[in-house]
Every structure is written in C-alpha cells, then in structure tokens.
C-alpha cells in the first residue's frame, strides 16, 4: 500500500484516475491548481487506486494524502 | 478629478494604484478575499471591503459584489489592474451601466481583443502585419492539419479565447498536432468557455517586443516606445526592459506607427499595449493586443518619466493628453525582475509563511511589492509576489544595477526565483542583448544541468 500525498498546497483540480483504475508508476493520478499552475501528482508505483480522498475542487494542504495505491 | 476609486484587484497592483491616487488626492476602497486579510493593500487604502472568500471565482471575480462595493462606498470609477476582472467586456460593460467610469477602453474592444481570432481580423484591417495563419478558427484536426500542412509546420496550435500560454503549443508534425489538438481544445473550454482554435505559422526564435499606446477620448494618441519582454518561463514574462537592446531606430519607428495606426483605425482609448513577435531579421507580426495596464508597465514609467496610472485616470476623467509623441523621448535604461514564490529550477510554485523579506535600497532602484516581512504567500493567487525595476543611463548600468539589487534582496521561509534571476542577469546571452524567447529552454535549463 502506498500512501500519495499533495506536494504543495492548493485545490484539486482533476481527478484523472478514478478509483479501482489501475495505474502504472509516473501516471498522473490527479492534478492540483495551485497560484495558477496545474501540478500533476503521479503514483510512486503500479497498482490499483483503492481509496480518493479528495475530490475536484476540494482544497489540500501539503502532505495531505490524496490517494491510497494498492 | 475623481474623489474616490475602488481598485478591483489586489497585491502589488493595487499598492501601486493606491499610490498614486494618494498623490492626487483621490481616496481610495481596497476590495480584498478573506485570505487577503492581512495584506498590505488593504491596509494603505483609505477603505477596504470584504468581497468573499479565498478563490478568485468567489471574490475577485465575483462582479456582484465589487459593484456592491462600489456603490455602498460611493466611489465613482473602478480601476481593474490586470488580470482578473480587467479584460472581462462584461464586466466593463456592468460597471458603466452601474453608473460608474471604468478605468480602461470600451467593453466592445476588450471583447474584440479578447478573442484572438476577432483581433487578428481586425488588425489586418488596420495595415499591421500579422502572424501567417488561419484567420478563422479551424473546425477540428483535420482542418487543422490541412491549414498547417499549408503554411508548413511547425506551427503554433492557439485557442482563440488564450491567454498565459493556456491552450497554446508549439507543433512539429501532423502527429504532434494530433496530439495536441483535443487536450488544447478542451482546456480552453474549461479555462475560458471557448474551445475554438486556430492556427498560425510558427515564428522561429522570435523576440517579444510590445508597444505601449495611450490614447484620449478625443482622437490623441501616443506610443511610449517598446518593452522587450523576451526572457519568459511557461509563456511568462521574467524579465522585462525598455528600449529593447535588439531594434534598430528605423523598426522602432515603423512598429510605433504600426501601433498608432491600430489605436486610430480601432478608435482605442486609455492605456493598451500591442504585443509584436520580432523575427532576426526584425520583422514584426501582430501577437495579440492587451487591452489593460501590464505587469511591466514601470519599465515605460522609468524611460518616459509618465505615471501610467495616473495617465489612466486623467484619460478616463475625459481629460485630453497634454503631450504630443515628438514631446517624448526614451531617457536611459530600465529593466524589471518579477519576483515569484517558485523554485529557481522547475518553477513550481512555492506558496508558505515568509519569515524574512529584504529589499536592497539604491538611486534608481523600485519597488512593486505584495507582501511584507511575515506574509502569507496563499496558494490561491499568481506566484508574483514582487517586481524589482532599476533604472540608469546605460543598459549596461542597469544591469549592474540590477544584479547588485538582486544580490542584495532577501527572501526566506519561501522559495524564490531570486537564484534564476541572477543567474539570467549576468548570463552572456542576456547581457550582449542576443537573446529570445526560447532563453530559458536554450541556454538556462542547460546550465543547470551541466552544474
């Protein structure tokens, strides 16, 4: 299980791998806004997403986790 | 004059307005979000008024309630800045409706410049020179394939409602273009409501070079010479410096015509700057026209000796231009630094607690600043949190002059861009006045990677 977690703060600006997708290390699984700049936030390894914690627009503060890979 | 003015923008650009209102003696209402709370402009203002919560689409957006501002405080004109609301024709269109001046042009010729397709078509009517290329939005990619085809790749892929580089890449082939197309379309639909794209000719290692315009409401207009914006990250300007180290007397001369002669034809009125792509050979093709104050507009200020606001609001107060374009001349050299919260190497923005701020002092140093020394830079909100603008008799002056500032400024709890400034100041290519818009892709990035 792999925690991913928001490397700055800012809100969520698309989900792009939805839960139960599986995904490959380096994919995006969302995407953050932050001062007006799109940040993708990849997977660290392959799995499944298990767990969203987030959803689009929400806001997240640095380290918050964002996703649970599996 | 105007009494009172509500500046519907925050940051630096709402200091900057403030003072000069103070100088005139126009009191002023600071509209800020719950997250600008603590910042300096809404402490300078004379007023300040709660307009919503952090997000831009909550509170600086929200044109309800600057009105509601502007009416509960009594104040008669509404500066915009730039950014945010100070392009939006509807929202010009409101404010005049409401009873109030807007500080800038009509709300036709904000909508007109604001599409980018409805601009070329309009300054091809007036006699200026623009970027070969489509000059209706293509319907998909295989129209768009076939255009590019013909004018021959690379191209560039542009969304006819862009702006900050979204919606717009470079494409080297029909594959390229294929790929790009959608993904571009649809973050224009999403970013701007409008997914229409066009296409045009890719100028190959151009420069940036835009011409300031002022113009009356009775028929005077005046270029203040050019800007040379060409040192951008992410299609945003680092750098900028007035004259531009690349023009020769004779293209200066024939691009400040080129612009007039748009301000005439297009009836503009009140600050604009046309933006123009300069090729080696000092050809200059219409880019797109920016219908507001600019972020670099002090490097103008320190060459013409003007106050750009001020300008501004005696133009839109009905008051007639006092000078004449032979009355104004280029005096020295000035060059401006943004300031953002980004890390020096991927420019990733870098929102925090400052815990230090120094700014070098010095005769011909400025200052435009958003934050103080125990700021919060939020996440909400552009990267820029500052501008350093030197001014001397030399480019040469105002370069060391620049560099020396840069060394001596100070920000802490944050990362900066402090490090890529003064790394780009004292580069060869931007010191010998040789480079373009493709800098920070041809030599920067490198030189962090040889490092």
Same mark, same amino acid.
């Given at each position: 299980?792999?925690?991913?977690?928001?490397?700055? +703060?800012? !809100?969520?600006?698309?989900?792009?791998?939805?839960?139960?997708?599986?995904?490959?290390?380096?994919?995006?699984?969302?995407?953050?806004?932050?001062?007006?700049?799109?940040?993708?936030?990849?997977?660290?390894?392959?799995?499944?997403?298990?767990?969203?914690?987030?959803?689009?627009?929400?806001?997240?503060?640095?380290?918050?986790?964002?996703?649970?890979?599996? | 004059?105007?009494?009172?003015?509500?500046?519907?923008?925050?940051?630096?650009?709402?200091?900057?307005?403030?003072?000069?209102?103070?100088?005139?003696?126009? @009191?002023?209402? $600071?509209?800020?979000?719950?997250?600008?709370?603590?910042?300096?402009?809404?402490?300078?203002?004379?007023?300040?008024?709660?307009?919503?919560?952090?997000?831009? #689409?909550? !509170?600086?957006?929200?044109?309800?309630?600057?009105?509601?501002?502007?009416?509960?405080?009594?104040?008669?004109? =509404?500066?915009?800045?730039?950014?945010?609301?100070?392009?939006?024709?509807?929202?010009?269109?409101?404010?005049?409706?409401?009873? /109030?001046?807007?500080?800038?042009?009509?709300?036709?010729?904000?909508?007109?410049?604001?599409?980018?397709? *409805? *601009?070329?078509?309009?300054?091809?009517?007036?006699?200026?020179?623009? %970027?070969?290329?489509?000059?209706?939005?293509?319907?998909?990619?295989?129209?768009?394939?076939?255009?590019?085809?013909?004018?021959?790749?690379?191209?560039?892929?542009?969304?006819?409602?862009?702006?900050?580089?979204?919606?717009?890449?470079? %494409?080297?082939?029909?594959?390229?273009?294929?790929? $790009?197309?959608?993904?571009?379309?649809? @973050?224009?639909?999403?970013?701007?409501?409008?997914?229409?794209?066009?296409?045009?000719?890719?100028?190959?290692?151009?420069?940036?070079?835009?011409?300031?315009?002022?113009?009356? &409401?009775?028929?005077?207009?005046?270029?203040?010479?050019? @800007?040379?914006? !060409?040192?951008?990250?992410?299609?945003?300007?680092?750098?900028?410096?007035?004259?531009?180290?690349?023009?020769?007397?004779?293209?200066?001369?024939?691009?400040?015509?080129? +612009?007039?002669?748009?301000?005439?034809?297009?009836?503009?009125? #009140?600050?604009?700057? =046309? &933006?123009?792509?300069?090729?080696?050979?000092? #050809?200059?093709?219409?880019?797109?026209?920016?219908?507001?104050?600019?972020?670099?507009?002090?490097?103008?200020?320190?060459?013409?000796? /003007?106050?750009?606001?001020?300008?501004?609001?005696?133009?839109?107060?009905?008051?007639?231009?006092?000078?004449?374009?032979?009355?104004?001349?280029?005096?020295?050299?000035?060059?401006?630094?943004?300031?953002?919260?980004?890390?020096?190497?991927?420019?990733?923005?870098?929102?925090?607690?400052?815990?230090? /701020?120094?700014?070098?002092?010095?005769?011909?140093?400025?200052?435009? %600043?958003?934050?103080?020394?125990?700021?919060?830079?939020?996440?909400?909100?552009?990267?820029?949190?500052?501008?350093?603008? %030197?001014?001397?008799?030399?480019?040469?002056?105002?370069?060391?002059?620049?560099?020396?500032?840069?060394?001596?400024?100070?920000?802490?709890?944050?990362?900066?861009?402090?490090?890529?400034?003064?790394?780009?100041?004292?580069?060869?290519?931007?010191? !010998?006045?040789?480079?373009?818009?493709?800098?920070?892709?041809?030599?920067?990035?490198?030189?962090?990677?040889?490092?």
């Amino acid at each position: 299980m792999n925690e991913i977690k928001a490397s700055m +703060a800012g !809100s969520v600006w698309k989900i792009v791998a939805n839960e139960g997708e599986s995904v490959t290390s380096g994919q995006d699984v969302v995407i953050l806004e932050s001062m007006k700049m799109e940040i993708p936030i990849p997977a660290e390894q392959d799995g499944t997403v298990k767990e969203l914690k987030v959803g689009e627009g929400d806001f997240v503060n640095e380290g918050d986790v964002i996703a649970i890979i599996e | 004059m105007f009494s009172k003015l509500l500046i519907a923008n925050r940051g630096e650009i709402a200091s900057r307005i403030i003072r000069t209102c103070q100088r005139l003696n126009i @009191r002023t209402v $600071a509209v800020y979000s719950e997250a600008d709370q603590e910042a300096p402009f809404v402490k300078e203002a004379d007023e300040s008024y709660l307009i919503g919560k952090p997000r831009v #689409n909550e !509170s600086y957006l929200k044109i309800d309630n600057i009105i509601k501002a502007a009416k509960e405080t009594n104040a008669e004109a =509404i500066h915009p800045g730039y950014g945010l609301l100070s392009e939006h024709a509807g929202f010009a269109k409101r404010v005049r409706e409401e009873g /109030l001046t807007f500080v800038g042009p009509t709300s036709e010729l904000i909508a007109m410049m604001g599409d980018k397709i *409805a *601009a070329r078509q309009a300054m091809e009517m007036a006699g200026v020179p623009v %970027v070969p290329g489509t000059m209706e939005a293509v319907a998909d990619v295989q129209e768009a394939n076939k255009v590019a085809e013909e004018f021959g790749y690379p191209v560039m892929l542009k969304a006819a409602a862009g702006g900050g580089g979204i919606g717009m890449q470079a %494409v080297k082939t029909a594959e390229e273009l294929e790929k $790009a197309f959608e993904g571009n379309q649809k @973050r224009a639909q999403t970013f701007f409501g409008d997914g229409k794209m066009f296409i045009e000719k890719q100028i190959i290692n151009p420069r940036h070079i835009e011409i300031q315009v002022l113009a009356d &409401e009775h028929g005077n207009a005046v270029h203040l010479f050019e @800007r040379e914006c !060409s040192i951008q990250r992410r299609h945003q300007k680092v750098i900028e410096e007035a004259p531009s180290p690349f023009l020769s007397e004779e293209t200066r001369r024939r691009m400040g015509e080129s +612009a007039l002669k748009a301000v005439q034809k297009l009836r503009y009125t #009140n600050a604009g700057t =046309i &933006e123009f792509l300069v090729d080696d050979q000092e #050809n200059f093709y219409f880019l797109e026209m920016n219908t507001r104050l600019q972020v670099e507009h002090p490097v103008t200020e320190e060459i013409t000796g /003007l106050d750009l606001v001020e300008q501004q609001l005696r133009i839109a107060f009905g008051e007639k231009l006092t000078y004449k374009q032979e009355d104004l001349l280029i005096q020295g050299h000035a060059i401006e630094a943004r300031i953002y919260a980004e890390d020096s190497n991927t420019f990733y923005p870098s929102p925090g607690q400052l815990t230090k /701020l120094t700014l070098p002092k010095g005769d011909g140093v400025r200052h435009e %600043v958003a934050v103080n020394a125990d700021s919060q830079v939020t996440p909400f909100y552009d990267p820029m949190i500052a501008k350093l603008v %030197v001014h001397a008799d030399t480019r040469k002056e105002a370069i060391e002059k620049l560099t020396k500032a840069l060394h001596q400024y100070e920000i802490e709890g944050i990362k900066s861009n402090l490090t890529m400034l003064k790394r780009v100041v004292t580069h060869e290519q931007f010191t !010998s006045g040789a480079a373009t818009t493709s800098f920070i892709e041809d030599y920067y990035l490198p030189s962090l990677t040889n490092q």
